[in-house]
Nanobody, 115 residues
Framework: QVQLVESGGGLVQPGGSLRLSCVAS????????MAWYRQTPGKQRELVAQ?????DAATSVKGRFTISRFNAKSTVYLEIKSLKPEDTAVYYC???????????WGRGTQVTVSS
């Protein structure tokens, strides 16, 4: 049974940074595409960043988001810098075998950016 557990959310001031973690179990982690999505009330879930299956790696998206994977710990991270109020959302971890599949989801972690 696939289980994805997110952590690291919380209340952050604008301009701050945060690192979210997602620990996976029940899968061969290195074989999965890992992604972070976010959702705000009344809106569709949107993709924030995605990282291919394979070796440990990190990639930056839109300059403020960095997704990285550490296969030995079955963990994917999302670092967010220069946080803005519009980054406020529930952030979800996703694992899938191929692009186009829905995959499996964690329960989410709330990020609130406010002064």
């Amino acid at each position: 049974q696939v289980q994805l557990v997110e952590s690291g959310g919380g209340l952050v001031q604008p301009g701050g940074s945060l690192r979210l973690s997602c620990v996976a179990s029940g899968i061969i982690f290195g074989n999965y595409i890992m992604a972070w999505y976010r959702q705000t009330p009344g809106k569709q879930r949107e993709l924030v960043a995605q990282i291919a299956y394979g070796a440990d790696a990190a990639t930056s998206v839109k300059g403020r988001f960095t997704i990285s994977r550490f296969n030995a710990k079955s963990t994917v991270y999302l670092e967010i810098k220069s946080l803005k109020p519009e980054d406020t959302a529930v952030y979800y971890c996703n694992a899938k075998r191929a692009i186009g599949l829905d995959g499996d989801w964690g329960r989410g972690t709330q990020v609130t950016v406010s002064s």
